[in-house]
């Protein structure tokens, strides 16, 4: 018998886990507190679209957070220099791809391994957003800008329509071009791509420019949100993104990208987080919640790909 796919279990957990925490607290299934969760849970999601991308090309971005801070200082640095929020936004998006750029430099072009490029670039990009404003938040923007973050539309906050924009960006780009046919493959045998005539560090390129796009829309999000671009906002960004990518069912390994996955593991996140926050548990716990997932997540991945081998 074939086993169920791996989203009906996320969002059989969500279902299971918004009981039980309803029992804990009557307000979790109140429709304010609904789009609350899916509020929180946007900024999240949209960096993990990005990253589900890059690790199904069997690569990582551990930089996310620090793009996120640096995309942030450029936000406030324009805002507050008077510029309106379209030129904001699209430089803000320019700078994310640059920097996702930079990575794709540095994996591709010069080789270095995924996982200590981007280490290193996260620390680079931490340093200097802390370097330029001497760890001092930046804030007070206009109403304007405020809103992407704050408004709402049709009783939807801004930020839940951002993020449904993103993934289903994402789900067009894995089902229907070329580049997500790519994507698998440069995960599976890049090799094998290679021979076949296709340029494999055009594409993968693109893929880790994609997720600095994506960390500089969440930054965007977060920045109108808190009314302030923090230095350390990006703090755990990239460890919250790349729990959800696994759990959302795409391989830690390459070969396979499920953003519809992670979407659902997206919101599995947020009603643990808010689940936890209403029933009085301490904030630190989710750090160590997140971690034990991303733990059990990456268990589980190997343990199939162990069983699939075997069975080849």
Known sequence: MNRLPQPFWIGLSVVALSIFFSRLSPRFLSGENIVNIMDQSSINIV??????????SAGIDLSAGGNVAVSGIVIASMVKAGFGV???????????????????????KLKIN???????????????????TQGIPIYGFSPDFSWIGRGKVAGFPVSVLVCAVVVS?????TRFTRLGIYVAALGGNEEALRRN??????????????????AAIA??????????????AGAMVEMNAIATVVLGGTKIRGGFARIE?????????????NGLVLAGISSYYQQFVTGFIILAAIIVSERS????GRKQ
């Open 305 to 308: 790909k162990e069983e699939k």
């Open 86 to 108: 379209l030129p904001t936004v699209v430089v803000a998006l320019l700078t994310g791809a640059v920097l996702g750029l930079l990575n794709a430099l540095l994996v591709v």
């Open 169 to 173: 960006a994402g789900v067009f780009l």
């Open 114 to 132: 995924p996982f200590m490029a981007t280490l290193a670039m996260m620390s680079v990009l931490g340093g200097g957003a802390l370097i330029v």
């Open 261 to 273: 996955g992670t979407l659902l593991a997206g919101i599995l996140m947020g009603v643990i987080r």
């Open 47 to 56: 960096v993990a679209v990005g990253m589900t991308l890059v690790i199904a």
């Open 197 to 214: 005539g296709v340029s494999s560090h055009l594409y993968k390129s693109a893929l880790y420019v994609l997720c600095g796009a994506c």
């Open 219 to 232: 930054s965007v999000i977060l920045t109108s949100k808190l009314n302030s671009a923090e230095p350390l």
